[in-house]
């Protein structure tokens, strides 16, 4: 094969480092932008935050105040501590920064002051396993049953039931342990008295049950609740009245006040006891009526305002091409393109919640049933973008409304055909749904095929099993699990 140079004329897209890093900002959430902008601006001398310095100012300012006050005052003592550590002028050659403020925190840290153990304090929150294993170093315990109350302990999950079974748990201890069978059951009914009521259940049956049995004696309808739960508890999930009211022998009435109690069972009694995983948005952007229209504002808190640093900018000088002055041009033009990104970013935001608004007018003045179909392909055509950066823009994003905050990406659902040849937002269909179950008759819930037909005469034409997807989705459980007694 013969080699040869040839000049070939051609276009391609390059991906630049300033064009990843503002698409990689355009897909971050207000929380990651908070936390990206404080990573660059503690790498990036160039870049400083407004918000700081007006925070700053204020500090100075309250702090002059108080200093003012002090001075005026004649009647102030100033008291000195003989003991005062002050830092020398000048430092040892082989002593640090860090030698000398460790002096100072040591000799000021006092055993009055209450920190001298703050580093060692624990800031989590207790867990079920921590309360649990707190009862049990207060419980009388012989050695063996310790140890099995720490296995069984250890075997708990999150929610309070056995995570495996007690044979496997016994086969696992008396590997190691000349103990019995009987011993472990012992143990564990022992575990099973401790807070919360009904933890180390090893079935939903048991744990109401355990929760029961710690009723008073004289708590209405308590034996037969028991009764219920512990031989009945299949009818009860899959709401078989009459065949319970015949086990049970028992009228609508009394079997009613004896379910009532049960529902006041808890199901997990760990999870009041987990750790709180509540996730918090910050809305990007608010939406605000004027004048009769809907208006688009940016959230100032959720984006961050910069800027150059004049100081250090005016310390570059053209003609000189040392290192530190390069490094100097290179921060400024870094710090230059993330501003240029991140006015990019709030550019799009504002751009694309602009475009939602204008079509979801609707949603904004009636509410959810009048949501429009909407798809990622009409707000890209509308603000002249790819339909891969309206779908950036729109994940973990959100948008405050009067009706209250939604993520971008609610506003866009699929269609459903109505009868007059129109289109109809499956998220309108999900609202009707839900709002037609909330108000049926308990006794007789409405049934898919209902629900399809009862569309039907709105003009909505939806087959029973969309029914039957939407109202999973809802987590709403089919007709015959919403049957309730009077």
């Known amino acids: ?72 005052s004649p009647d102030q003592e100033v008291n000195y501590d003989e003991n005062e550590t002050t830092l020398p002028d000048e430092l040892a050659v082989d002593s640090s920064w860090e030698d000398v403020y460790d002096a100072v925190s040591s000799q000021h840290s006092t055993p009055d002051s209450g920190n001298e153990h703050y580093d060692t304090q624990s ?72 807070d919360p009521a009904g933890v180390g259940a090893r079935n939903p049956a048991e744990c109401m049950s355990i929760q029961l049995k710690q009723l008073p004696q004289d708590t209405p309808w308590r034996d037969k609740a028991l009764i219920l739960v512990e031989k009945h508890i299949n009818l009860l999930a899959s709401h078989d009245f009459k065949s319970l009211m015949k086990k049970m022998r028992m009228n609508e009435k009394d079997l009613n006040k004896t379910i009532s109690l049960i529902q006041t069972m808890k199901p997990h009694p760990g999870s009041d006891i987990a750790p709180n995983d509540t996730q918090y948005v910050v809305p990007d952007v608010f939406i605000t009526r004027n004048k009769g229209q809907w208006e688009v504002h940016l959230n100032a808190e959720a984006a961050p305002r910069l800027r150059i640093n004049s100081q250090y ?66 707000i890209a055509e509308d603000v002249e973008m790819h339909e891969s950066t309206i779908s950036r823009v729109t994940t973990q994003k959100y948008m405050h409304t009067p009706r209250g905050i939604f993520e971008f990406k609610y506003f866009f659902s699929s269609h459903v055909n109505t009868v007059e040849g129109g289109e109809c937002s499956s998220t309108a269909i999900h609202e009707k749904i839900k709002k037609l179950i909330s108000t049926e008759n308990h006794q007789k819930p409405l049934s898919d095929n209902k629900l399809a037909n009862m569309l039907s005469e709105d003009g909505i034409n939806i087959a029973r099993r969309t029914i039957a997807k939407y109202r999973e989705a809802m987590n709403i459980p089919p007709s015959n699990e919403r049957k309730h007694l009077l």
């Not at 921590?130 to 075997?155: K, N």
């Not at 939602?356 to 909407?374: N, R, S, T, W």
């Open 1 to 72: 094969m013969k080699q040869s140079i040839q000049l070939r004329i051609g276009q391609h897209l390059a991906m630049t480092p300033q064009l990843q890093q503002a698409i990689k900002l355009l897909q971050l959430s207000s929380l990651e932008l908070q936390l990206e902008v404080r990573q660059v601006l503690d790498s990036n001398l160039m870049l400083e935050s407004v918000d700081d310095e007006i925070n700053n100012e204020k500090s100075d300012i309250e702090n002059t105040e108080e200093h003012s006050q002090q001075e005026t």
């Open 313 to 378: 900018a005016g310390m570059i000088r053209r003609a000189d091409n040392s290192s530190d002055n390069n490094c100097l041009k290179n921060h400024l033009q870094e710090a230059r393109w993330f501003l240029k990104s991140m006015q990019s970013r709030n550019e799009t935001l504002i751009k694309v919640a602009t475009c939602i608004v204008k079509h979801q007018k609707a949603f904004l003045d009636y509410g959810p049933e009048a949501m429009k179909p909407l798809i990622l392909r009409d």
């Open 123 to 194: 800031n989590g929150e207790e867990t079920l396993h921590d309360r649990l294993m707190w009862q049990l170093d207060l419980s009388p315990f012989s050695d063996t049953d310790h140890m099995i109350a720490e296995s069984i302990i250890d075997a708990i999950n999150p929610d309070g039931y056995m995570s495996v079974s007690l044979d496997d748990l016994y086969q696992g201890i008396h590997r190691k342990n000349d103990i019995e069978y009987d011993e472990v059951e012992a143990v564990l009914h022992r575990i099973q008295q401790f």
